[in-house]
């Protein structure tokens, strides 16, 4: 039993370049490129050209650094790089015996894993780092053949076998699809080899035909962690920020005050969209999203009824279309959701209320509307803010992607069924 801490650093990357979407695109140009279940906000706008990108250079943490703060076992770095306006967030894994390295994105809403093979010949599997079976003394073939989507990757091959290694934890058995043909929309380059599952169910996605128990099930079935949960600070959107992924355990030096919790809903859909983010368990109840905070409330919409789901991989914050434009109105955000950046110190705080006894959590106009280090020329700044149609049956919802878990630390409890925050602290 034991717990893993895994490291991540901020690596500012491409944000809206080249045509990347903006959080108001229309879903069904987001669905040609994501499929249906994955992103679900729309507009009125249309015909925009739509690509995911992962572009930049990774970033080189020492050792010294690291050292402050390994306890046990091997520190990999999480990086994080920026896409269509959002933040990933990737972690070094290994595959086999001896370990061939890979970098996953960090998915708390997904199950299966892959890894572009050493037999494909694909031009897309050219760029990224590729598993050679007949190099690891645990490898096990499968055979059965399998095919993948998973946001921007297209994949088939065969479902095969191998010892996962994630920082210091060791899983026996991993079942992934070993990728012999690979396809990526445009820009997507080699800096995400593969994907980490960390749902809190097990996603029997139609996007997957492999269906095999995702990593995090895996150590728990196999008794590798002290407590069953993980705790997560998402880097800062500053390059250099570290953040941190910590198996087994919380850490109490990321986090001021106390953790407050929330049971886990566990709420299903009709709606396809709204179930992509729903099957994967980690959602709590909604309560309500006002701009203004106390006093200065300018105006609050309840949101009774409502689930509030987690996603690592969303970038935005997705509220449903006629709320979301009320806010978006008022800040005089323009058609991108762009505003000018020095406008941000007069505009109010956003809070969003949690579970039924309406816990507030205030993102500051400096949370929510962010700076692209890329446009150094630009005075204008990006409304983190994504609108979705609620479904006309089934669950409504609101989607908490990584621009609100990155202001707060967050503690996914498998056992107690449960997702704690507090606030992180400020250096």
């Not at 679900?40 to 249309?46: C, I, M, R, V």
Request: a negative charge; charged letters at 20%; aromatic letters at 12%.
């Amino acid at each position: 039993m034991m717990k893993s801490r895994i490291y991540m650093t901020a690596l500012a990357l491409l944000y809206n370049c080249h045509g990347l979407p903006t959080p108001y695109e229309s879903s069904d140009t987001l669905q040609r490129v994501f499929g249906n279940n994955r992103h679900p906000y729309s507009t009125e706008q249309s015909g925009l050209a739509v690509s995911k990108t992962h572009r930049g250079l990774p970033v080189e943490v020492s050792s010294q650094i690291l050292s402050q703060y390994i306890e046990s076992g091997q520190a990999n770095a999480l990086r994080q790089h920026k896409d269509d306006g959002g933040w990933d967030y990737y972690i070094d894994i290994e595959f086999g015996n001896p370990p061939q390295s890979f970098r996953a994105a960090i998915d708390i809403g997904w199950s299966d894993t892959f890894v572009p093979s050493v037999s494909c010949v694909d031009p897309d599997c050219a760029g990224h780092r590729q598993y050679n079976n007949t190099r690891s003394s645990s490898y096990r073939r499968n055979g059965t053949a399998v095919r993948m989507h998973y946001s921007g990757f297209y994949t088939s091959g065969y479902a095969a076998i191998d010892t996962l290694r994630i920082a210091d934890l060791t899983i026996d058995d991993q079942a992934f699809e070993e990728a012999t043909e690979m396809k990526a929309v445009p820009l997507w380059d080699d800096v995400i080899d593969s994907v980490l599952g960390l749902p809190r169910l097990q996603v029997d996605d139609e996007e997957s035909s492999l269906r095999a128990k995702s990593p995090f099930h895996n150590m728990i079935s196999q008794g590798l962690l002290q407590k069953n949960l993980f705790s997560l600070k998402l880097s800062e959107r500053d390059c250099g920020e570290r953040g941190e992924l910590l198996f087994g355990d919380i850490n109490p030096d990321l986090f001021d005050g106390m953790l407050t919790s929330f049971p886990v809903s566990a709420i299903y859909s009709v709606d396809e969209i709204a179930n992509a983010y729903l099957r994967p368990g980690w959602q709590v109840h909604a309560n309500s999203v006002a701009y203004g905070y106390k006093d200065s409330e300018i105006a609050n919409f309840s949101l009774a009824g409502y689930v509030a789901t987690f996603s690592t991989l969303f970038p935005y914050i997705s509220l449903p279309r006629e709320i979301g434009k009320n806010i978006i109105q008022y800040l005089g955000a323009d058609v991108l959701h762009r505003v000018e950046c020095d406008r941000r110190g007069s505009l109010p705080d956003l809070v969003i209320s949690l579970g039924h006894a309406g816990v507030p959590f205030v993102l500051k106009p400096s949370d929510y509307i962010r700076k692209n280090p890329q446009w150094h020329w630009s005075t204008t700044c990006q409304v983190e803010i994504a609108l979705h149609d609620e479904p006309e049956d089934g669950v409504k919802y609101i989607i908490l992607g990584s621009a609100f878990i990155a202001r707060w630390y967050s503690v996914f409890d498998y056992d107690k069924a449960q997702i704690s925050l507090a606030s992180l602290k400020r250096t």
